[in-house]
């Protein structure tokens, strides 16, 4: 055998090798061991406890410097009662302070206080200014577990500053647990089930992994609407925005005839909706965005609202006539006639 | 003017040549008349050194690998098993740039489905048999054809343990050939987090492309070994016969190969759709995967003491 062949089927038997050690590997001992090379989601997840039901995530800098942002704004000029709210309570400018938003629900649905979320804020925070803002809203600062920690008896609310550049915001006990939870390490990166599905879609700038008795559990859906549903353990929802939105919504059936069913489902609400957008030529290429996918018991949309939309959506916007100013009393004696007794 | 080879390598005279490939390296085979043109390094005669079947038939596969690996046919091959990857590359770019590669009726198809299609379509049904068609039915045909069949009689080995060392050379060359570009193939295709679901499929789906080469390989062999034009044949059955006979309602088909390795295909068909509608009759009617395993190993097997029956008894003429 010459140099060149046993070269040839070194490199060969190499790629055989290389490529079944890594899928049995990836097999048999979880996917989410090889952190080198799988995503492991944002490093804020320390915080969160392994008994997470909900995680979400968002980029704020990149949403707020988003083109899609600038145009909704033009849009839509006085919606900004949430962030400023949002200041008021916590000294903390969304637009301008916030990179990062982690936020979690942890623990069962049954209480209102697991219904609350811990958010955890990343960004440039003017620590002493927050400070002294929560205090005139008659807040008390103390210190737990070495960290600065800041509550309102009334509503139960907390904040502490967890990092230089962090803080966790939710009830009392959620950041104190948050706090715990860091100091233990058992937190939800130790959760298989959930890792799986942050791994699987932490490649936008928000996104959202549940279980889906988070959603059904609490009080947050109709009964009826609930018996409804179709059986579904988790769902997951990843978006990209930019100059549009690109996202994928994804839903982990508790079967594969439960999956199927629901395949069946989302494909009739497709075809309902091609049917009313009929020749609309804006919507066109939404639609043609629409892509149902997904394999055994993991069903999947896709979905693209390009850039052109929205502009189309503005234009419609701009046209539609100004609702008028409210009409007048009409005088009595031109009161309509009551209609006759029969 | 025609000559007949030497019936049996056993009455050659026994001469050491130097190697084929002409690097003067020790032949691989023993004795015998070195090639025309490749000057012949005189050594002292060796008699009653016969090497068994086996160790003749490795001592032919160490030289044949070689020659099929570097010859004009590893282009043809290159691109045939290169073409799948370059599809995966681009599929995966696409991919990348957050369109969809494929899509039937509007639904997105998955990755590990178009892996699956991939195997299917590309390997399965036109690589392995056109592989099979080309390399096998050339084992003994190429050597007829360059009147070179005579220097590699004239060995003291059997004519038979050349044929299974020339076919072992083969399913060596082939198998590292093929299996590495379905590995490539499947990591640019499936998501890292689809694998632990779709990695038993993978392992299926080598193991069916090794006893789709081993048998497409043993069955054109022996094509090789019987006929004198063998690659129209081959190409007949390969794409004629084989695609008319699936098609065909009833017990014809059991007279395939692609029979029994669709059977073992673990990827399910598509549902939807008038083709797929046809396709599930055709597969409706499969045998259990112990059968289609058992019947590709006889195919294998009876197929290669077949060719190594034929290339014993056959007396090669050889066209001037």
């Given at each position: 055998m010459t140099k060149r062949t046993r070269l040839f089927f070194f490199v060969t038997v190499g790629i055989l090798v290389a490529g079944l050690g890594t899928g049995a590997v990836a097999s048999y001992m979880g996917i989410q061991n090889l952190v080198l090379i799988g995503r492991d989601g944002?490093?804020?997840?320390?915080?969160?406890?392994?008994?997470?039901r909900v995680v979400a995530f968002a980029n704020v800098r990149e949403v707020m410097d988003s083109e899609l942002r600038q145009k909704l704004m033009q849009l839509n000029p006085g919606a900004t009662d949430g962030p400023d709210k949002f200041r008021e309570e916590t000294g903390i400018d969304i637009h301008s302070d916030v990179d990062q938003v982690i936020a979690s629900m942890s623990g069962e649905a049954t209480t209102p206080e697991n219904a609350r979320p811990l958010v955890l804020v990343r960004g440039r925070f003017d620590n002493a200014r927050i400070e002294s803002l929560v205090r005139q809203q008659g807040g008390q600062p103390s210190d737990y577990q070495g960290t600065r920690f800041l509550t309102h008896p009334e509503n139960g609310f907390a904040l502490a500053f967890v990092e230089p550049g962090l803080v966790a915001v939710g009830t009392a006990t959620a950041v104190r647990r948050a706090i715990d939870t860091k100091a233990s390490g058992d937190n939800v990166t130790g959760n298989a089930e959930v890792m799986r599905h942050v791994k699987d879609i932490d490649d936008g700038n928000a996104w959202v992994v549940g279980r889906f008795d988070a959603l059904t559990g609490g009080?947050?859906?109709?009964a009826e609407l609930a018996k409804q549903l179709p059986a579904i353990s988790w769902f997951s929802a990843s978006g990209t925005v930019n100059g549009g939105v690109r996202g994928v919504i994804r839903a982990e059936a508790r079967d594969d005839a439960a999956a199927n069913d629901l395949r069946d489902v989302v494909r009739g609400f497709i075809a309902l909706a091609r049917m009313q957008v009929g020749q609309r030529a804006e919507f066109a290429e939404l639609m043609n965005s629409l892509e149902l996918g997904g394999q055994g018991k993991d069903v999947s949309i896709g979905f693209a609202v390009p850039s052109e939309l929205i502009d189309a959506l503005s234009a419609m916007r701009a046209l539609r006539p100004q609702p008028r100013e409210a009409q007048p009393e009409l005088e009595p004696n031109l009161k309509p006639w009551p209609a006759p007794a029969l | 003017m025609s000559e007949a080879a030497?019936?049996?390598?056993?009455?050659?005279?026994?001469y050491e040549a130097a190697g084929r490939d002409g690097s003067g390296a020790p032949p691989a085979l023993g004795v015998g008349p070195g090639r025309p043109g490749v000057a012949e390094a005189r050594r002292p005669p060796v008699v009653g050194?016969?090497?068994?079947f086996l160790a003749g038939a490795a001592r032919v596969f160490d030289l044949s690998l070689g020659e099929m690996l570097w010859s004009r046919r590893t282009i043809f091959m290159a691109l045939v098993v290169g073409s799948p990857v370059l599809l995966a590359i681009v599929a995966r770019v696409v991919q990348a740039s957050g369109l969809a590669p494929l899509r039937v009726n509007g639904v997105r198809v998955e990755a590990a489905s178009m892996f699956g299609m991939m195997i299917w379509v590309l390997f399965l049904r036109f690589i392995v048999p056109v592989l099979g068609v080309f390399y096998g039915t050339a084992l003994v045909a190429d050597e007829v054809e360059d009147k070179t069949i005579t220097y590699l009689f004239t060995r003291p080995i059997r004519r038979g343990a050349v044929l299974v060392g020339k076919y072992m050379a083969y399913f060596a060359c082939t198998t590292f050939v093929v299996l590495p570009a379905v590995m490539l193939v499947y990591f640019l295709l499936v998501p890292f987090g689809e694998i632990p679901g779709s990695f038993v499929s993978l392992l299926t789906d080598l193991g069916i492309l090794a006893l789709g080469i081993a048998a497409y390989g043993a069955l054109f062999a022996l094509v090789g070994a019987v006929l004198k034009r063998p690659l129209v044949v081959g190409l007949v059955f390969a794409f004629g016969w084989e695609q008319a006979a699936m098609l065909i309602p009833g017990y014809l088909r059991r007279f395939t190969v692609s029979y029994y390795i669709q059977s073992l295909v673990p990827h399910a068909m598509p549902a939807d759709g008038g083709v797929a509608s046809l396709l599930q009759f055709v597969f409706t009617d499969t045998p259990s995967a112990a059968v289609s395993i058992v019947m590709l190993l006889a195919i294998t097997g009876f197929s290669l003491f077949l060719a190594v029956r034929a290339i014993e008894r056959r007396e090669y003429v050889l066209e001037q």
């Open positions: 944002p490093v804020e997840l320390a915080y969160v406890p392994a008994d997470a009080t947050q859906l109709p | 030497v019936p049996a390598g056993r009455e050659g005279p026994p050194s016969t090497p068994s």
